[in-house]
């Protein structure tokens, strides 16, 4: 690659970043205005929460069997398999449970949520709704930023309880260990703010990374059906690569 | 059902006044000085040959579009110096038909009508029906109010899209290739629309079409834009019988005149690899 070639590609990252620093700016100006519209504001939460409770739970589920058959194979080697509830438990909520979620959320609502807005500029209907006199970044953008914001701590909460459900299925009803230590040894070591919350404020972060990625990429999708499927691509890379990077930088502050 | 407005009177009762405007749109020069008035309460046709940006001078009266130089004013205000709360102001003022319809496809067509009444106006839910059922009448779509625009044809969709651009009953309207798609009964009931909302209601239109035909029977006023410039206006039988090479062209439908059929190219022997034989 030539250096002005790696020069235009760096300036444009840039500019992009800028573009949607504004954006974000942009969009959270219209946030009072959004709440008027609080029946779009529902139905964003229903799509972006309730519509992605199978994909998360049963996620949540088997990443809880598999976390259980590892570490209990691992454990057992130092003879600690009484830990196996607490271990389980930390992974999930203070990593795995708002990580691999909001990886779901881009991979199931983001992409779908560019696709749509990516999908009314091609169609000019945002062009109508700002000629009806009624904003967009309203209208559109925020509610499904707030809805986000919203829905991924909530489904990050479901993921975890399925994740020690299956947990609990792998080590107390397949191994055999025993249900007391089980409960007994998570409840008294997991921490409610160190663990718990901490957790759930990546999972707040996180929605907002992932909505803010989803509808910039939608609404500065190029109107063609090409254009629509490269910003809808985008949405999956870009929010990826800044989840596991934000989630680096906020655990290296709260441990 | 128009939102009043502290507006300065325009002189000579232009509605919309457009004035010395220049644009251009990457390296090309879209307009280059150019000049026009819609009276109000007048229906308008503006013509041109495509591409000469008829839709680029719509979006400067609504304010999509900021001019490199000159101003379009509309009741009085010059739309790029509005603030983005004057200009949805302003916009609420205004009706505007998309050329592809641009109808909310999350919606049924009763609610893509409703649209902007449930947005501006604080309506009980009874009258709101009975305004939307009144227009949806107006375009002949009251039966498919429960229809979404992804069972509608291109020509009822753009009905539909009609129906909401008068909803409010706006002081302008603006119509963008409004006849596209209509067959001959749709085309003469919109027709006879347009006319009557201009009669009753005194709303002025600004149409952008191609159809001779039904600009004949609708508007007052033609203008006919070409390369950046206004190059003839008048009624529409006048502007027919005018002695200039661009109305002989444009409405002769001829290929030879000012407006070149062919877009900029190079020789076509030479593109096809005949320059050798040429010499």
């Known amino acids: 690659m030539s250096t002005n070639l790696r ?14 620093g504004l954006f974000f700016v942009a969009v959270l100006g219209a946030v009072p205005k959004s709440l008027r519209y609080w029946r779009e504001l529902a139905r964003q939460i229903w799509f972006v929460g309730a519509m ?3 994909i998360v739970m049963t996620c949540g ?3 809880g069997m598999v976390l259980a058959l590892q570490l209990y194979y691992t454990l057992s080697i130092f003879g600690g398999t009484a830990a196996l509830g607490t271990v389980v438990a930390l992974s999930l909520f203070r990593e795995l449970g708002p990580v691999v979620t909001a990886l779901l959320v881009a991979g199931r609502a983001g992409t779908a949520v560019t696709a749509e807005i990516g999908l009314m500029r091609a169609t000019d209907q945002l062009d109508a709704m700002s000629m009806m006199a009624v904003d967009p970044l309203a209208y559109v953008a925020s509610p499904r930023f707030l809805a986000g914001l919203v829905a991924m701590p909530l489904l990050a909460c479901v993921f975890n309880a399925m994740g020690i459900f299956g947990g609990h299925l792998v080590g107390v009803s397949w191994l055999g260990l025993d249900n007391g230590t089980f409960w007994g040894n998570m409840t008294s070591t997991v921490d409610l703010h160190k663990d718990v919350l901490d957790g759930l404020y990546k999972s707040v972060v996180f929605g907002g990374v992932v909505s803010l990625i989803a509808v910039f990429q939608g609404y500065t999708a190029p109107p063609t059906s090409e254009g629509v499927a490269y910003s809808t691509t985008r949405t999956v890379v870009f929010s990826s690569i800044v989840i596991l990077a934000v989630d680096f930088v906020m655990t290296a502050f709260m441990t | 059902m128009t939102v009043a407005s502290d507006h300065q009177p325009v002189p000579g009762d232009a509605l919309v006044q457009v004035r010395g405007l220049r644009t251009q749109i990457g390296a090309k020069a879209i307009f280059d000085g150019l000049d026009l008035d819609v009276p109000r309460g007048s229906v308008t046709a503006i013509m041109g040959p495509s591409g000469t940006g008829k839709t680029t001078l719509l979006k400067h009266m609504t304010g999509q579009l900021r001019p490199d130089a000159g101003s379009v004013r509309v009741d009085g205000e010059d739309v790029a110096r509005l603030s ?5 102001g302003l916009r609420e003022r205004i009706g505007f038909l998309f050329q592809n319809s641009a109808l909310l496809t999350d919606f049924n067509v009763f609610e893509n009508v409703a649209f902007p009444l449930r947005q501006h106006a604080n309506l009980p839910e009874e009258l709101l029906r009975d305004i939307v059922l009144t227009k949806l009448q107006a375009v002949g779509l ?13 020509g009822m969709a753009r009905r539909v899209a009609l129906a909401r651009a008068i909803v409010f009953d706006p002081m302008l309207i603006l119509y963008d290739e409004p006849f596209v798609g209509l067959d001959p009964i749709a085309l003469n009931q919109v027709l006879r629309l347009i006319r009557t909302l201009n009669k009753t209601l005194g709303i002025t239109s600004i149409l952008v079409a191609h159809e001779l035909a039904a600009i004949r029977r609708v508007a007052d006023r033609v203008y006919l834009i070409a390369n950046g410039r206004l190059v003839a206006q008048g009624a529409p039988d006048e502007l027919e019988h005018q002695d200039s090479p661009w109305t002989r062209q444009f409405f002769g439908g001829e290929a030879d005149g000012p407006v070149p059929f062919h877009y900029p190219a190079p020789d076509y022997a030479t593109e096809l690899g005949f320059a050798g034989a040429r010499r």
């Open chain 1, 7 to 20: 020069r235009h590609w760096m300036l444009q990252g840039i500019a992009s970043i800028g573009e949607c």
């Open chain 1, 52 to 54: 992605s409770l199978v």
């Open chain 1, 61 to 63: 589920l088997f990443v």
């Open chain 2, 84 to 88: 983005r709360r004057a200009l949805f």
């Open chain 2, 142 to 154: 009251r039966g498919a109010a429960a229809l979404m625009p992804s069972e509608l044809s291109g």
